[in-house]
């Protein structure tokens, strides 16, 4: 049992271990919450543990572990939808005791700061619905074939293609006005000037 063990430390350290960050961006864009994304990469990476016998040496490691990451993404949805509303009395204690005090420092720029997302990109990218910023950050982002992201979203591949499409005609639009803010000029289907 030693050497199957050790086998397994090393596929795990070799093969998994190395798409990390790959895993966190892409938790990110799901969850919006860099500690839930955390939450959903460590799960991901347990599960791919508890599963190891499943996962064949050399094959695409990082689409294995995408699809356990989308499952694990779609299981915490499901039961976080069935779950009724929590309140944190704790929170809201705290909110009533700053209320009733002083009026307290305000930083209007850092309240600004800690709630954007980033650059116009990746906020045009989070608002998209999920099937299609899936696709948009496993294609363009993660660099997944039509193939690989078919299986790891268990859809055919003409759905995949369909989506994409669709996903980079919605962020075309989205972007068209940040675009032109920064003085790009849509010269398409514009003729030649003489």
């Known amino acids: ?6 086998r397994r ?10 798409h990390l960050e790959a895993l966190k961006t892409f938790a ?6 860099e500690n839930d994304a955390d939450d959903l990469v ?12 499943k ?24 039961k976080k939808s069935k779950r009724p509303t929590k309140v944190d009395f704790e929170t809201v204690i705290n909110f009533q005791e700053h209320e009733e005090g002083s009026a307290g420092y305000f ?27 899936t696709v948009i950050l ?9 193939e690989e992201i078919s299986k790891i979203i268990d859809v055919p591949i003409g759905t995949v293609r369909s989506r994409l499409f669709r996903a ?5 639009e989205k972007l068209k006005t940040y675009a032109t803010g920064l003085g790009y000029v849509d010269r398409r289907g514009a003729k030649e000037e003489e």
């Open 107 to 133: 930083d209007l720029r850092e309240d600004i700061f800690q709630n954007m997302m980033g650059d116009e990109v990746t906020v045009a990218i989070n608002s998209l619905p999920i099937d299609f910023r």
């Open 138 to 146: 496993l294609c363009d982002v993660e660099s997944f074939t039509y």
């Open 28 to 33: 990110y864009h799901l969850c919006y919450n």
């Open 9 to 18: 430390i090393k596929i795990f350290e070799e093969e998994l271990f190395p």
């Open 55 to 78: 996962y064949i040496e050399g094959t695409n490691a990082k689409a294995w572990l995408f699809k356990i990451l989308k499952n694990a993404y779609i299981n915490e949805y499901r």
């Open 42 to 53: 460590q799960e991901t990476y347990l599960k791919a543990h508890r599963f190891m016998d």
């Open 1 to 6: 049992m030693g050497k199957l063990e050790d």
């Open 168 to 172: 980079r005609n919605m962020l075309k």
